[in-house]
């Protein structure tokens, strides 16, 4: 692997290129530092003075000097195409980015799935990340479970649903869908159905047991269920199957935003009117929760406050100041909007 | 900062494990590397023994083993909202891990602006990582300028503007762009608008001077410019402008699909039927040109082959296989739509 060991480093120094650029030797090393402090014309100089030179930074140095700054990886355990089609991780992501930038600190992204795992798991084992926040854990292999022996500092967004003790926050998942079902019960809806999410993460799990919670305390014989994969698409496809098997359904509650959208599509082309003959809520309040026609109720989960428990938690936990197990869950709020 | 070297690491061995979750050392190993050849069951009892009796891997001893693995970042020169906005960073970000990961090598991605600048160029400093893709670089201070003095393995995608010699993979912008304004001539266009993208990346000067060239080479006097900052609103208020300067125009070429998408409901908006009244053409081919009504005549950018090359070079530096200066410069592609 090629690096300044292996690379043949020149003798040019920094007052070389100082002099090469005909600027001052603080200056050559703030632009040759990323520092934004500088001119466009001196960096310009100085960048093309060092390449000129064939100036070259003796990493190794620079590594022990910086080495004190921590390694924050965000692992999400999903495919890449999800990363960029569910709102949820844009704006954790972004939120956490925002967090560690007070400390000046980069957040280092990756999501994976597959026989990825176990290479992302080999890599945190190389000493070169110093806190992992793991998102969208899930499955019968959840990443938190082996990494945890690892003894790096983990913080799990959203409930783990395996046994093992790991640091996590989560939104209260459970309370806030049977919240949800109950206001659709206020407002008489009986016939309730419920588009689930992956019953293998905690969020599904939860919603899941959440309208359940609310179902049974009216003894509602029939709650009709179909899963989708958290894609509009898959919400699509669920409430179609819903409409075929239950046409009289009055009410759908809809373990995500994106997955609700889908339903508000497959419902307008069912020639069935929201929320006069069915009233629809979502969960997440995402931007499209307030943009689709017409605007979804929904649950808020508050996820860039997530982000900044988690990214604070994770710090503290890797300078050895936090317990590196336990919960913190998170107040959901329901959203009234036109669609129930 | 919290490590194996001040964790208390217990005396609790692997074989340990293996006979609390009463499963052969073997698996035990494979759980504890996150392997997914294992089953729920033993992966569930492993992680449990694990967990109870305090199980922690030696990191230290694994860096070494699997320091031979390159870490390879994604530094994307943009802010986090671009990220998910634009759906270069998408598919480009998706095609690279792809093929990283016929390599096991996962990558890591980080957006960074302003003063985060600084921070990643000293994380790059700090040895952890051995390669480096540079993605959307632009500005008065481009972070390849400076990156560049690191003696690490750096591709950038997209043309550099300053002069430091780089390795880096680009799209023939100005190339696409020329052909895109030439099928509108030849179409009997003749009042051409250009809808820029920011003059301060490779991709926004090299499209805009392709726009330049074609109206030159039929000796258009008039040659209306108004320039976007790749989102779709900037897209809606630059066809705005256009529209108020010259309402007499009959087609505009827009630096990107996004953008066009804007300029698109700017001119639906408007009363002005496209292609009749104005013909559109945009730039990139994203999934979205041909979601739009009508769909977009655009220009193709191989990205995923982009990210292929990219990659595959970048390997190859690390290896010392290649060299670290000098482009590649694929094709563009007409894309003929109802448009234009």
New interface residues.
Partial sequence: ????E??P?TGTTLAEVAREAGVSIATASR??????K?S?EA??S???A??RLG???H??A??KA??????I?AVIHAG??M??TEPFF?RF??AA?LEL?QF?????????T??????????L??????GVIIVSDHG??P?S?????????IVVVGRPL????VSYVDADNRGGARTAVEHLIATGRRAIAHIAAPPDTGAGADRLAGYRDAMRAIGAADTPIAYGDWTQASGVHAMQRLLDQRPALDAVFVASDVMAAGALRCLNRAGRRVPDSVALVGFDDHALAAQVRPALTTVRQPIEEFAAVAVRRLLA????EADDRGGTVLPTQLILRASA
Same sequence: chains 1, 2.
């Fill in positions: 692997m090629t690096g300044p292996t690379r480093v632009v040759l530092n990323n520092s934004t500088v466009a960096y310009r100085v960048c093309d060092a390449s100036y070259r930074r990493r190794a620079w590594g910086h080495r004190k700054m921590p390694a990886a890449h195409h990363l960029f844009a992501i972004g980015e930038a000046y600190i980069p957040l280092l992204v990756t999501s994976v597959g026989p990825l795992i176990e290479t992302v798991g080999r890599y084992q190389g000493g070169r990340i110093d019968p292999l990443l479970g082996s990494l945890a022996t690892l003894g790096l500092p395996h046994t093992s003790p936990m890797t300078r050895g």
